[in-house]
């Protein structure tokens, strides 16, 4: 009889990253922290950088959350089939954008149980209480739980949806403390690689709808925040208590809305310390600049796109070329790094438009990330590729969804037809950048200092 269930939060390694030390995934985090509020047995089993046969996954638990991304597809497989095999009654539930976007393709493809789509916290709370109640996986009320997908009779089915969380301050601070934080490093200032930083997240959602973002299905196309208050406790945390010399921030957009951003950099300003984080050049003006630059922000990752503006009206940027350029150059001015976020053979796509953003390169001169365009599952081109005259080739499997690789940059094509025009687009791209401005090059050199 099951009083007091063992649960295991699974963080699969991410290969296709240079480095998957570099951030912790903050989700697995707050959903093993909300279970331990509930007293609950929880564990995290993090899998981190860490090669199949380094896996040392218990075989005793009676409940397995495992969190994937679209990238980890393969690897989920894998772990699901290996917990399935040693342990036969475990339930294994899946969550995280992968399971959101996909939880039918995944209960079909893997040896998981339930698939959680959105946020976990609630859901995976209720999970455990009903295996407590009713014990046996089979005998467990599913359809009596908010937010899940789940398999019954050979079939998949699926609940009604769960709220989001009205109040995040509800949650716990993430359970940093069931993993080994010195064995994350993220980078925060592409010019100081020696800063040992940590990730950190305050907001949850944002307003905009990119086609090609999964953003829009996941959090509904809300944004909602913690308060300064939480987030200063956990920044305190960080720097305190683990020992961090920056902070990353990895929420979707730092500088929406107006005052929220004004309000985060007199927060940050004490603290004197450096800081990455995400922008839109759209939200970028000089009086929000200059306040997160005096509050210690050395960098922001922009998604830029591309430079070409038919490119980005297809595609919902709701910006110009020459807005992105402006953004860019002042951003340099008021003294912020710039990494422009570069994506190659967006819907609508041409010979025109790459020259376009070849020239925005030459004019913004800055650090650049560069990568093949994925159609994230969800999103508005993936749900509706017709509309964008887009051909998905179906034969390319999920594993493969990746911007990067790491060994020589180049991203996969999904896009069934014209694949060496796009891997021309690519080359033509990369050449035009020097690689000491190539983001995923001075990763490379982080991690040998860091050895």
């Known amino acids: 009889m099951i009083t007091e269930p063992k649960v295991y939060i699974v963080i699969p390694p991410s290969p296709w990253l240079i480095d998957d030390r570099s951030c912790y995934l903050l ?8 279970i331990e509020q509930l007293t609950y047995d929880v564990s995290v089993i993090d899998l981190a950088s860490l090669t ?10 009676h409940i397995y959350g495992i969190t994937c991304l679209i990238p980890h597809d393969k690897t989920v497989r894998k772990i699901t089939k290996i917990i399935r095999q040693n342990n036969p009654e475990a339930l294994i539930v899946l969550g995280g954008p992968h399971a959101t976007t996909l939880p039918e393709y995944l209960l079909k493809t893997t040896d998981a149980d339930i698939c959680i789509k959105g946020e976990g916290e609630l859901t995976i709370a209720d999970i455990i209480k ?71 997240m305050f907001s949850r959602g944002c307003p905009y709808q990119c086609s090609f973002c999964t953003s829009p299905f996941i959090w509904q196309n809300k944004l909602r925040f913690h308060s300064l208050d939480y987030a200063r406790e956990m920044i305190e945390t960080l720097l305190y ?23 985060f950099a007199a927060l940050m300003k004490p603290y004197n310390i450096p800081w990455r984080a995400f922008a839109r050049t759209n939200d970028m003006d000089r009086k929000r600049l200059e306040a997160m630059r005096d509050a210690g922000c050395c960098e922001l990752d922009i998604g830029v796109e591309s430079f070409n503006d038919n490119i980005l009206k297809i595609n919902n940027k709701n910006v110009t070329g020459q807005q992105q350029i402006d953004a860019i150059l002042l951003c ?28 925005g390169i030459e004019k913004t001169d800055c650090t650049y990330s560069v990568g093949t365009f994925i159609p994230l599952p969800q999103s508005d081109i993936a749900a509706n590729p017709e509309r964008y005259n887009y051909e998905i080739d179906k034969d390319i499997g999920y594993n493969m969804y990746m911007s990067t690789k790491c060994d020589d940059g180049k991203g996969v094509v999904i896009q069934k037809n014209d694949k060496e025009k796009v891997r021309g687009w690519l080359d033509k791209i990369m050449n035009a950048i020097d690689d000491d401005s190539l983001v995923y090059k001075q990763a490379l050199r982080k991690k040998e200092i860091e050895r």
Not at 52 to 61: A, R, S, T, Y
Not at 352 to 358: A, G, N
């Open 27 to 34: 989700g697995s985090l707050w959903i093993t922290a909300y």
């Open 52 to 61: 199949e046969d380094q896996w040392n996954i218990p075989f005793d638990g």
């Open 130 to 200: 009903y295996k407590i109640a009713f014990q046996d996986n089979q005998s467990i009320p599913y359809e009596q739980i908010a937010g899940i997908y789940y398999k019954e009779d050979g079939l998949v089915k699926f609940t009604k949806p769960r709220e989001l969380i009205k109040d995040l301050d509800t949650l716990p601070l993430p359970a940093f403390h069931k993993i080994d934080m010195d064995s994350y490093s993220a980078n925060v200032d592409h010019k100081r690689l020696n800063i040992k930083g940590k990730n950190a």
């Open 241 to 263: 208590k683990y020992k961090a010399q920056g902070l990353y921030f990895v929420d979707d957009n730092i500088t929406t809305p107006y005052k929220r951003c004004l309000d």
């Open 332 to 359: 340099k001015e008021i003294g912020i790094t710039p990494k422009s976020c570069l994506i190659v053979g967006l819907p609508g796509e041409t010979d025109e438009s790459i020259e376009d953003t070849l020239k």
